[in-house]
T-cell receptor
């Protein structure tokens, strides 16, 4: 079955540590996205990529970094510069920016 | 940047009743989409309505779009307990190179 997979489901970060969240899709979608969701809030865009080897900052990119070396993969690194990383992180993909997005089941990141 | 704003923030109804959620947005759009999110899960696409459409149906879902008022509504008829979830509208902002912008959502509770 085609879909989008995020791992791990739960992740814990120590102070000063970088952590990487994985996102893989086998839908053959060109575009991929990372969102952050805080309790009772909507989705805020961190980064998005419309094609391999290209990505753009979203509204809250500070403290995060991404890469898009393969069409199927769009990992997100939460760096130590992100002072409030505790949140639910969602990855999505779509054929292009105007098409419906398919979401993974998220990674919940907490600080130890 | 928050484009869509859903109203109400929370809605509680009995099974069998209809549920109506509204979304207002600020700039012109190519299309507007509605998504559903069950607790702790990723979003699931429900329906996409283009700017030149006024109404669209999918099963028990009915979406309307009024571009003159920059607003949309999602009607769920004959609600079931399984419809309990958060519902988000998302707009494309009608600007090249931008991603979808999500609202903060309406939390629907359907009790049996």
């Amino acid at each position: 079955d085609g879909g989008i997979t995020q791992s791990p489901k739960y992740l814990f970060r120590k102070e000063g540590q970088n952590v990487t969240l994985s996102c893989e899709q086998n839908l053959n979608h060109d575009a991929m996205y990372w969102y952050r969701q805080d309790p009772g809030q909507g989705l805020r865009l961190i980064y998005y990529s419309q094609i391999v080897n290209d990505f753009q900052k979203g509204d809250i990119a500070e403290g995060y970094s991404v890469s898009r070396e393969k069409k199927e993969s769009f990992p997100l690194t939460v760096t130590s510069a992100q002072k409030n990383p505790t949140a639910f992180y969602l990855c999505a993909s779509s054929h292009d920016r105007n098409q419906p997005q398919h979401f993974g089941d998220g990674t919940r990141l907490s600080i130890l | 940047s928050q484009q869509g704003e859903e109203d109400p923030q929370a809605l509680s109804i009995q099974e069998g009743e209809n549920a109506t959620m509204n979304c207002s947005y600020k700039t012109s759009i190519n299309n507007l989409q509605w998504y559903r999110q069950n607790s702790g899960r990723g979003l699931v696409h429900l329906i996409l309505i283009r700017s030149n459409e006024r109404e669209k149906h999918s099963g028990r879902l009915r979406v309307t779009l009024d571009t003159s008022k920059k607003s949309s509504s999602l009607l769920i008829t004959a609600s079931r307990a399984a419809d309990t979830a958060s519902y988000f509208c998302a707009t494309d902002g009608n600007q090249a190179g931008t991603a979808l912008i999500f609202g903060k959502g309406t939390t629907l509770s359907v009790s049996s």
